[in-house]
T-cell receptor
Framework: AQKITQTQPGMFVQEKEAVTLDCTYDTSDPSYGLFWYKQPSSGEMIFLIYQGSYDQQNATEGRYSLNFQKARKSANLVISASQLGDSAMYFCAMREAPSGGYQKVTFGTGTKLQVIP | SAVISQKPSRDICQRGTSLTIQCQVDSQVTMMFWYRQQPGQSLTLIATANQGSEATYESGFVIDKFPISRPNLTFSTLTVSNMSPEDSSIYLC???????????FGQGTRLTVV
């Protein structure tokens, strides 16, 4: 079973509009972390935002916010006021820390976002 | 946040040869990881680099093919051995301090095997 599911292989958004990228996850661990990364065509992975499983409030970082719905196991990324430079692949990821302390980060399949002028 | 330097940034290698990728972090980190990203695909964890002990490999990856070293808390290497064209990928190093902190990535190494 997929640990991280991103159901949108590609998305288009008009410049200056907001866009939501979907992510659902599956884990039985009570403690976990959720991440979003941006990967432009250059290939580097750029960290955007982090949400801990025990965090009460949704994480925000500038134009990025994470809509965390724990009961539904979803962690959607919201980008406000889209810019042309936001065009890239976006990956949702989850870190689990099962007993024994071994941590593993699993990535979703990604969503390719294209911002239209 | 940690700054991670990875080199080489890209390389073209002959099949049957080996390439060692270096990952240097500007501060001591608890966890270091190596990932592979095949063309058009997501990231797949190869192994966790453990300081002072053997790396922990994920299913489908073996030490003979991907030997890893981690001599201290700021440095790790990944070797891709006996390369074939199927090894052509981006290889990424990642580091983090613990379960409640973000994980940062190096710039990646684009490997092409001909």
């Amino acid at each position: 079973a997929q640990k991280i599911t991103q159901t949108q292989p590609g998305m288009f958004v008009q410049e200056k509009e907001a866009v939501t990228l979907d992510c659902t996850y599956d884990t039985s661990d009570p403690s976990y972390g959720l991440f979003w990364y941006k990967q432009p065509s250059s290939g580097e992975m750029i960290f955007l935002i982090y949400q801990g499983s025990y965090d009460q409030q949704n994480a925000t970082e500038g134009r990025y916010s994470l809509n965390f719905q724990k009961a539904r196991k979803s962690a959607n990324l919201v980008i406000s006021a889209s810019q042309l430079g936001d065009s890239a692949m976006y990956f949702c990821a989850m870190r689990e820390a099962p007993s024994g302390g071994y941590q593993k980060v699993t990535f979703g399949t990604g969503t390719k976002l294209q911002v239209i002028p | 946040s940690a700054v991670i330097s990875q080199k080489p940034s890209r390389d073209i290698c002959q099949r049957g040869t080996s390439l060692t990728i270096q990952c240097q972090v500007d501060s001591q980190v608890t966890m270091m990881f190596w990932y592979r990203q095949q063309p058009g695909q997501s990231l797949t964890l190869i192994a966790t680099a453990n300081q002072g002990s053997e790396a922990t490999y994920e299913s489908g990856f073996v030490i003979d093919k991907f030997p890893i070293s981690r001599p201290n808390l700021t440095f790790s290497t990944l070797t891709v051995s006996n390369m074939s064209p199927e090894d052509s990928s981006i290889y990424l190093c990642s580091a983090g301090q613990g379960p409640d902190t973000e994980a940062f990535f190096g710039q990646g190494t684009r490997l092409t095997v001909v």
